[in-house]
């Protein structure tokens, strides 16, 4: 079935949305203020047209532009966005989309292992689709027929939107250790331990236990933690080698936020804590890793 696509922000990953779905689909652009593929001059006539709304943008603008085309919205619409961060009211997209458009449309989010590169350059990517509607799992299937891009039905919005967001603070974990040449097993605490975080976390927000071991969760964080093309590995290599110039991006900013609405009670999870004091203070970087080390030993249990 041929829809009617608009994409929202064409920076990497729209180009990439775009790259996948141009060949089926009609499919239009919105960019930085201005309709740059469509029939019409206007956000809001873009948006009356449309079947499927495609949020690639930072979750920043979420609120203002949901907020700004649900009057236009057709009731039997689609809005999915790929967002994987918090705003400045520290809320995930799909808080957002839960804000403003619950009632004028559909809504959801994809989430999961999908490098724009590898996108555009024909190779697979996988993601979970979390629906306010499940049975518009049909129009998932729809967009994207024929593509590489895998989608897999799941549930637990809230639950997956966590754990897509602060796998970027675990990925600079990875960064960290790698740099500090701390070897493939240190890579494969971290593994056990983020997941047994996400999963405590996810259920602090009344999602479920078992969420995080999916594509947004696990998938997300084994393409993030262990690409050298990653912006937040490559952070916590620069913050380990002692480069504090720029230490900004997603994960960075979830820390901010987590810290300054208290989210959650991020003292509980030790490698959470370990990342932000990382953050916060990475002048003492290898005494916060060797302290988190020593604690670990000390603590260590020999049930399984």
Known sequence: M???????????????MGHLLDARHDVRVWNMGKVLKGSHATLENEVAEAQVILFC?????????????????????????????LDESGRT???????????????????????????RTDRHAFADAVLSDSAD???????????????????????????????????????VADELQLGKNMRGHLMVGAMAELSGIAQAFGGQA????????????????????????????????????????EGVHTLQMVEKYRLFEWRAFPLFALARDIVHAPETLRESVDDYLTVLRETQSCSI
Request: proline share 3%; net charge negative; aromatic share 8%.
């Open 57 to 85: 943008l930072p979750v920043n603008p979420h609120r203002e532009i949901a907020s700004r085309i649900a009057p236009h919205v057709a009731r039997d619409s689609l809005c999915l966005t790929i967002a994987k961060g």
């Open 137 to 175: 799992f049909d129009v998932i299937e729809s967009l994207f027929h024929g593509s590489k891009l895998v989608c897999r039905q799941s549930s637990d919005m809230h639950g997956r939107s966590w754990s897509v967001i602060l796998k970027n603070v675990y990925a600079i974990l990875f960064g």
């Open 210 to 249: 078992h969420t995080p071991y999916g594509y947004a969760g696990l998938g997300d964080l084994m393409t993030t933690g262990t690409s050298e093309d990653s912006h937040h590995h490559t952070l916590g290599r620069q913050l380990a080698s002692g480069d504090w110039s720029d230490i900004s991006g």
């Open 2 to 16: 041929k829809l009617r696509v608009l994409i929202l922000g064409y920076g990497k990953m729209g180009n990439a």
């Open 93 to 119: 997209a799909a808080q957002v989309f839960e804000a403003e458009l619950a009632g004028c449309c559909h809504y959801g989010v994809l989430y999961g292992p999908m490098i724009s590169e590898e996108i």
